[in-house]
């Protein structure tokens, strides 16, 4: 079972006993309580038994592999089309801008390799730096970012 399961599992309790709590403290309800003790009680013994499940490697729980095999992920790349911004910046934004393992200035690296033409030119000044990555990514939401003017480049193109 992978570990996103037990996480899964471990938030569903937390919001349950957050619903239990809630119930105790409302004076507007006045009907027997649900039957919810025994739903957290099934979801910890699930976790625990989860977490039995894993085997101790070097002093550390060994996360198992999820049988799933993804394709490698290949982002799309951006050269000034602001029709193409929004795919653009959704498939960045989701795979590498949110991403809490890369450093800014990794994330500058990936973004440099994925634009071209004139949105290479619009941060062709900047160093690759950790604050330059943020002031990159504002200077292409300025330019292409606006939904206005994108709806007008459409607009324009059916017309």
Known sequence: MCYAAIEYCEELGD????????????????????????????LRQEVQDLRSDQRRENGNFR?????????????????GDRTKWIEFWDSLDSSVHTNGSLTNVYKFNYLKGKVFGQSREANSGLAL??????????????????????????YDKIM
């Open 63 to 79: 996360v198992p592999k999820c049988n799933v095999k993804l394709p490698k992920l290949e982002l799309s790349s951006f050269g």
């Open 15 to 42: 919001q349950i006993e957050k619903l239990m709590s809630w119930q105790k403290e409302s004076e507007a309800v006045k009907q027997e309580p649900f039957p919810i003790e025994s739903a957290i009680e099934r």
């Open 129 to 154: 730096t950790n604050e330059n990555y943020i002031l990159a990514v504002y200077i292409l939401k300025e330019r292409y970012g606006n939904v206005q003017q994108t709806v007008k480049t459409h």
